[in-house]
């Protein structure tokens, strides 16, 4: 493509958001931060429903083990305490 061609068609692009390259909206981050928290609790809750769900048998004391790590960082991470 040669140079007028390309002017053309830059020219027909929308001007960027005004803030430059990387202002990111504080709504926006906020939404992430929710979205994050809510996929964290809902992870919390799966867990909790496998722990309690799970046989008390030695053979899957390992995994019941991993899963309670993994809802106790979890729970850190929220803010959430037993």
Same mark, same amino acid.
């Given at each position: 493509?040669?140079?007028?061609?390309?002017?053309?068609?830059?020219?027909?692009l /929308?001007?960027? /958001?005004?803030?430059? #390259?990387? #202002?990111?909206? /504080?709504?926006?981050?906020?939404?992430?931060s #929710?979205?994050?928290?809510? +996929?964290?609790?809902?992870?919390?809750? !799966?867990?909790?429903?496998?722990?309690?769900g =799970?046989?008390? =048998? /030695?053979?899957? +004391? #390992? =995994?019941r083990?991993?899963? !309670? +790590? !993994?809802r106790?960082?979890?729970?850190? +991470?929220?803010?959430?305490?037993?």
């Amino acid at each position: 493509m040669n140079n007028r061609a390309m002017r053309a068609v830059s020219s027909d692009l /929308p001007a960027p /958001p005004a803030g430059g #390259a990387g #202002a990111a909206d /504080p709504r926006s981050l906020l939404v992430d931060s #929710a979205i994050s928290h809510a +996929e964290k609790l809902r992870r919390v809750l !799966q867990l909790e429903e496998w722990i309690n769900g =799970t046989p008390d =048998t /030695p053979m899957f +004391e #390992a =995994t019941r083990r991993s899963w !309670q +790590e !993994q809802r106790e960082r979890l729970l850190g +991470e929220l803010h959430i305490g037993n």
